[in-house]
């Protein structure tokens, strides 16, 4: 990602520590730890990175639609404060949450590696900061994005939920890390 969009707003600039602090985390992993799933069931890494990158997929064609007529956009309401506030608390409880049914596992691309995941989300990402770098500045006021749960928002609230919901899972990824048995080891032994 590019350093430009962080001129669009701390959000953002939130949004790419996010991933980096993922990417740090990961980095170095073999393929296998990376595929493989938790002994107790539930998503691989690549898998969260999926889910992650589907997310933001999906977020960049509602933008591209929602902003082909900006008038028809609404500004910023009275309740939209206390929406980010919920969105951010949901995120950030202990709790785990089924999926949205569009971004769960049988939309994942099929026999995709890690590097392609990774890849094609980077891709995405560049797209969205191209994009929203050609907006009018106006948008920043306008519920643009609608997330399935706090409903309408504008950018800073796509982005503050882009990088709550990577730290979100983030916790996933550590829950998963300590699940893999270590090569060499039988699962249930101290490493």
Not at 19 to 33: F, H, R
Not at 53 to 70: P, V
Request: net charge positive; hydrophobic share 40%.
């Amino acid at each position: 990602m590019t350093a430009r969009i962080e001129t669009f707003s701390q959000q953002a600039a939130n949004w790419q520590m996010a991933w980096q602090m993922v990417w740090k985390e990961i980095e170095g992993l073999p393929e296998i730890t990376l595929t493989s799933r938790p002994q107790q069931g539930g998503w691989s890494i690549q898998q969260v990175i999926q889910h992650l990158a589907l997310s933001e997929q999906l977020s960049l064609t509602y933008l591209r639609k929602k902003t082909q007529d900006l008038q028809r956009v609404p500004p910023r309401d009275i309740w939209y404060p206390f929406r980010k506030l919920a969105l951010k608390t949901y995120l950030r409880s202990p709790f785990r949450f089924t999926a949205p049914a569009l971004v769960t596992e049988d939309k994942f691309p099929p026999n995709e590696s890690m590097a392609q995941t990774i890849n094609r989300l980077k891709s995405n990402q560049e797209e969205m900061i191209s994009f929203l770098l050609g907006l009018p500045s106006s948008v920043t006021r306008q519920m643009v994005y609608r997330h399935p749960i706090a409903g309408r928002m504008d950018i800073d609230g796509m982005f503050m939920f882009f990088a709550d919901h990577i730290h979100h899972h983030q916790r996933q990824i550590r829950r998963i890390l300590a699940d893999l048995p270590t090569p060499g080891i039988p699962p249930g032994k101290p490493s």
